[in-house]
């Protein structure tokens, strides 16, 4: 199954959920019944509950339960809670969900420890009431609200912390809608969101207002088979010169950087592909995210139970624990593997793309 899923995305089929769960609230929202008008057309199973509870009739195997959960989704409204916005350094001021959940098969995936239960990607119904909510935090950021460097960015608001909101465009709409509210929204802001996916045609033509920033999430084609289920790298670097020809501000989130046997040449390599689909749009505003590959045990022993058969090293070597702000702790690569990544990646960007920024390094 997976194997066939990994082929569509890759030859640009969008993906499709096998079914399409709507809770009795979320009905009540039109952008749920234009959700649930869209999963009707693409011919997605589509089932109405009678109250709010998910009920998702998941098999008791673990591997059957996962493959069924990531061919759903749940559409939902998001409480109160999910509407107070948290900080998300170093890539915003805030974090801003359209949806939870992913239906990309990634065995390094971050929200494995993160999102409870099974992989359902759960969508909101209530995203008007999501944005209007959005100017109470306006200029109280402290990551580029407050950041001389990257104050000219305006209050940042990021879309792709909890998923990939470019994958779920065809059925939901919801990013073209947050991107047109964003481009009629008078203020110093801008929308982030990053993309594994490559279907940016619903995009295109967009008043934007040049207030939101897609960037293409892109690791070496070598490392392509910890990334299941996602459009291939030509692909999304494709879509991310079609934004920027669109007047898209455009970044590349290099993530995660993976120190496996032949990165240097695999990374340049990228580098230098990347730079081959941009160098010659004059005058892009073009930024570059530097993430590298990190774990906790949560994540580890739910991403070994997705993925049991991953060759992905998790082993701790060349890894040091680091713990975070709210107390848990992670793997990083050591010390003297970051320097080296580092001053690498800073070298080779310097030299293949000049005109962009990096914005950070973790």
Known sequence: MLAMENLNRRSGTAWRPRKLVITRSARAYPHARAILERAVALGVDVVELAGDRLTLGLPEDPRRAYGEAKNMVAVVVAPPSKRRLQPIAPSADWRVDLAEGCPAHCSYCYLAGSLKG??????????????????????????????????????????????????????????????????????????????????????????????TRMRASINPPALARFEGGTAAVANRLKALRQMAVAGYPIGLTIAPI????????????????????????????????????????????????????????????????KRTKFGSEKQVYDAGTMRVLRHFFERRISEALPAARILYWT
């Open 258 to 321: 993976i120190a496996a046997d032949g990165w240097q040449d695999a990374y340049g390599a990228l580098i230098d592909d990347a730079a081959a689909h941009l160098v010659d749009l004059a005058g892009i505003d073009l930024t570059i995210e530097l993430i590298t590959h990190r774990f906790n045990a949560g994540s580890k022993a739910v991403l070994d139970s997705w993925y049991p058969g991953s060759t992905l090293d998790m082993s701790g070597a060349n890894r040091v624990i």
């Open 118 to 211: 099974p992989p359902i990607t759960r969508v909101y119904a209530n995203l008007d009431e999501i944005l209007e909510g959005l100017p109470d935090y306006l200029g109280q950021g402290m990551i580029t609200s407050r950041n001389s460097a990257r104050a000219h960015e305006g209050t940042t608001f990021e879309a792709s912390c909890y998923t990939d909101p470019l994958a779920l465009e065809a059925l939901t709409g919801s990013l073209s809608t947050m991107i047109a509210w964003f481009g009629r929204w008078d203020a110093d802001v801008q929308l982030r969101f990053t993309s594994k996916f490559a279907d940016v045609s619903p995009l295109l033509d967009l008043r934007h207002g040049g207030r």
